[in-house]
């Protein structure tokens, strides 16, 4: 919808305005990328986003989000706020972005996936592996599964 195809960024869509939220590694890319119908929030803080919709709008609001993009952390933290402001949030689990884009949405990339060389890595996935699997040995709790669900600890 923005335009904008890097990798982080959050964005959010009023009925008057509508911004990107991203950091510092993308704010070149996002100016370059975006058309002027977006504004570019120079800042990935949750407190940044809250704070630019609680300044938009007013009590009574309800503000959708995706369910399918939200830990339960991330909705309970978001939910706290609004609840105190006097926003209602509401889950949208029809994908607002897939409907917009309708027939006209371009492909999904195709390219060949490969492995990135070990020399930039640091250390092979299975040393990697091995290490978690230390730690969690030599943990007070003992831990005997780990699950890794964001995209920076998967990677």
Not at 46 to 53: F, L, N, P, R
Not at 71 to 92: A, P, Q
Not at 121 to 141: A, C, F, P
Request: aromatic share 10%; proline share 5%; net charge negative.
């Amino acid at each position: 919808m923005t335009g904008f195809t890097g990798s982080a960024g959050d964005a959010v869509v009023t009925m008057t305005r509508a911004a990107l939220f991203t950091d510092s590694r993308y704010w070149t890319q996002a100016e370059r990328q975006m058309d002027c119908n977006w504004e570019l929030q120079k800042s990935a803080s949750v407190s940044a986003m809250v704070s630019w919709i609680l300044q938009e709008g007013k009590s009574g609001d309800k503000i959708g989000f995706d369910p399918f993009l939200w830990s339960i952390n991330e909705w309970e933290s978001y939910n706290t706020v609004f609840e105190e402001s006097g926003r209602i949030l509401r889950s949208v689990p029809v994908n607002l972005v897939d409907t917009v884009w309708g027939s006209q949405r371009p492909p999904l990339p195709d390219n060949e996936i490969y492995a990135i060389p070990e020399e930039f890595l640091g250390n092979s996935w299975q040393e990697k592996v091995n290490k978690i699997r230390n730690q969690m040995e030599e943990h007070s709790q003992k831990p005997t599964s780990l699950l890794l669900s964001a995209l920076e600890e998967t990677a």
